[in-house]
Nanobody
C-alpha cells in the first residue's frame, strides 16, 4: 500500500505562484511514474503533468505547459508541482497519483486526498 499526501495548496492571486508537494510512503518510489491531476466539482478529472521514475521524462497538459514544472526528489519520496503564472481557470483540487507501472494495468494505482488551489481574478 502506498500513501500519498499532498500539500501546498491555498489561495493565490492570478499571476502568482504556488508549489505543491506530494509525499509518498512507497519503498520503491523511484520506480513509480508520478502524476498530477486536477478536478473542479461537477467536471471530469483532468491530467496536469507526469514524471518518470528517474525524473528524466516529463509530460504536461497543453493548458499548463510553460507555466507549471513537475519534479521529484526520490531521496525524499516526494514529487513537486511548481505552478507559476496562475490563472483563475487553474482553480481546482489537485491530486497526486502514483502509477506503479504494473504490466497490463493502465490506471493510476494510488491517489492522494487532494489539495485545493484557488486562484482569484
Amino acid at each position: 500500500q502506498v500513501q500519498l499526501v499532498e500539500s501546498g495548496g491555498g489561495l493565490v492571486q492570478a499571476g502568482g505562484s504556488l508549489r505543491l508537494s506530494c509525499a509518498a510512503s512507497g519503498r520503491t518510489f523511484s520506480t513509480y511514474n508520478m502524476n498530477w491531476f486536477r478536478q473542479v466539482p461537477g467536471k471530469e478529472r483532468q491530467f496536469v503533468s507526469a514524471v518518470s521514475g528517474s525524473g528524466s521524462t516529463k509530460y504536461y497538459a497543453d493548458s499548463v505547459k510553460g507555466r507549471f514544472t513537475i519534479s521529484r526528489d526520490n531521496a525524499k519520496n516526494t514529487v513537486f508541482l511548481q505552478m507559476n503564472s496562475l490563472k483563475p481557470e487553474d482553480t481546482a483540487v489537485y491530486y497526486c497519483a502514483a502509477d506503479l507501472r504494473r504490466v497490463g494495468v493502465n490506471v493510476m494505482d494510488y491517489w492522494g486526498k487532494g489539495t485545493l488551489v484557488t486562484v482569484s481574478s
